[in-house]
């Protein structure tokens, strides 16, 4: 079992079950009493973050030596995060419409580290919304946007956009990538300004700047 610091500070949890959502819900059960959020994970010094965001690693927490959570103030999360993500929104925008562009190109390169980039800023994204929702519990599932889509049905929309768009990245298939991002991705992740503008409205009065 790795050892496990929280802040750096050694802390020592129950049996996981060598499963990242166990552990994971472990330090949340801890954090969520000190109101705070995470920020960083790393296992034996690689950032581990996306698992979060529910990205599966091939290698499971055994595998490591060490596993280290940062935190911060979720407070100071929340009213941060909402403003710098509806800042850094249209750069996203433009990082993705530029990975579409390299592939209908078939410039694979300049595609890949479009791509890449592009999903290191989603998974921000929903590492914040998932932060926030830890701490405040609104229900996502009767909260709407403007369409009538709950924000639930938003994040599963997404994940279903994911499986096809990885699938078509295994296929190599230029033409079926940059659709699936000028078509379903896209306007996916504009509607995030939307998401975070009605999350700002429902915990307004709980955030503490």
Do not use: C
């Amino acid at each position: 079992m790795p050892e496990i610091y929280l802040d750096g500070e050694k802390i020592e949890l129950s049996d996981f079950n060598n499963d990242w959502s166990l552990l994971l819900k472990q330090i949340y059960d801890r954090i969520g009493k000190m109101k705070k959020g995470i920020i960083k994970i790393t296992a034996d010094g690689d950032d581990i973050t996306r698992i979060i965001s529910g990205v599966k690693l091939e290698k499971t927490p055994d595998n490591y030596q060490r596993i280290e959570i940062n935190t911060l103030d979720i407070s100071q999360i929340a009213f941060n995060g909402i403003e710098n993500v509806k800042k850094f929104l249209p750069n996203l925008i433009k990082i993705l419409k530029g990975a579409a562009e390299f592939a209908r190109l078939g410039e694979d390169d300049k595609k890949n580290e479009a791509i890449n980039g592009s999903l290191e800023g989603i998974k921000l994204v929903i590492t914040l919304f998932i932060n926030i929702h830890n701490l405040y519990k609104f229900d996502i599932n009767s909260i709407k946007l403007k369409n009538g889509d709950t924000l639930a049905s938003q994040f599963t929309n997404l994940n279903k956009i994911f499986e096809v768009f990885n699938n078509a990245q295994q296929r190599q298939d230029n033409v079926e990538i940059a659709d699936i991002i000028e078509y379903e991705i896209l306007p996916a992740i504009k509607k995030f300004d939307e998401v975070f503008d009605v999350i700002k409205g429902e915990v307004k009065d709980k955030i503490v700047v």
